[in-house]
C-alpha cells in the first residue's frame, strides 16, 4: 500500500518560513521523481517544485530564491523548505511520486497539507 503523508503546515505570518515534510512508504523512493504541488481556493493545481532521482531541481517562478525542495532516500522523506511567506502562498500543499516513465509508470498523490500566510 503506498502512502505519501505530509506534515508540517500550519499558520504563519508574511515574512515567515515552514517546513513541509513528506514521509512515502510503499514505494522505491529513490526511483521517484518527487515534487510539491499546490492548489488555491477557485485555483487548479499547480507545480511548485520538483527534485529527480538524479538530483535536478525544478521551481515555479513565483517561489524561485524562496522555496528549496531536499530529499533524503535513506528516510523515504521529500521537504519543502518556505521562507519569505506571502499570502499568495496560501493553498494545500501536496506531494507527489511520480515514476516519469509515461503511460506505464506510477504517480501518487498525498492527502494534502493545509499552509495559510496571514496576518
Known amino acids: 500500500q503506498v502512502q505519501l503523508v505530509e506534515s508540517g503546515g500550519g499558520l504563519v505570518q508574511p515574512g515567515g518560513s515552514l517546513r513541509l515534510s513528506c514521509a512515502a512508504s510503499g514505494i522505491i523512493f529513490s526511483i521517484y521523481t518527487m515534487g510539491w504541488y499546490r492548489q488555491a481556493p477557485g485555483k487548479q493545481r499547480e507545480l511548485v517544485a520538483t527534485k529527480t532521482t538524479g538530483g535536478s531541481t525544478k521551481y515555479a517562478d513565483s517561489v524561485k530564491g524562496r522555496f528549496i525542495i531536499s530529499r533524503d532516500n535513506a528516510k523515504n522523506t521529500v521537504y519543502l523548505q518556505m521562507n519569505s511567506l506571502k499570502p499568495e502562498d496560501t493553498a494545500v500543499y501536496y506531494c507527489?511520486?511520480?515514476?516519469?516513465?509515461?503511460?506505464?509508470?506510477?504517480?501518487?498523490w498525498g492527502q494534502g497539507t493545509q499552509v495559510t500566510v496571514s496576518s
Open positions: 507527489n511520486a511520480d515514476t516519469n516513465w509515461g503511460s506505464s509508470g506510477y504517480n501518487y
